[in-house]
């Protein structure tokens, strides 16, 4: 099994910051990648950003690169997503998940609200 809880979450005007963290726990040795997906009213769970614990490797979906930057702490088993220039449409319910290889997930974390006003 493996836990996922995310924090950093809430409120913020358009133009401003947050930074949401992922702290993994139990059996992490096989989850390679590391992904955070968000959800907005009314609309798919959507892939915004991955990154693999070993290497450090990146990828973003196109509306958040340059915005958004994603990273970890091995020694912390925690995985960031720091989100600048926030936009509305960020707004939404963004969720940490693991996955043993790229797109395949499996274990998710009970997601933090982030809600950017304009």
């Known amino acids: 099994q493996v836990q996922l809880v995310e924090s950093g979450g809430g409120l913020v005007q358009a133009g401003g910051s947050l930074r949401l963290s992922c702290v993994v726990s139990?059996?992490?040795?096989?989850?390679?990648?590391m992904n955070w997906f968000r959800q907005a009213p009314g609309k798919e769970r959507e892939f915004v950003a991955g990154?693999?614990?070993?290497?450090?490797?990146?990828i973003y979906v196109d509306s958040v690169k340059d915005r958004f930057t994603i990273s970890r702490d091995n020694a912390k088993n925690t995985v960031y997503l720091q989100m600048n220039s926030l936009k509305p449409e960020d707004t939404g319910v963004y969720y940490c998940?693991?996955?043993?290889?790229?797109?395949?997930?499996?274990?998710w974390g009970q997601g933090t609200q982030v809600t950017v006003s304009s």
């Open positions: 990154i693999t614990w070993r290497s450090g490797n990146t």
């Open positions: 139990g059996r992490t040795f096989s989850r390679n990648v």
């Open positions: 998940a693991s996955a043993i290889k790229w797109g395949d997930y499996d274990y």
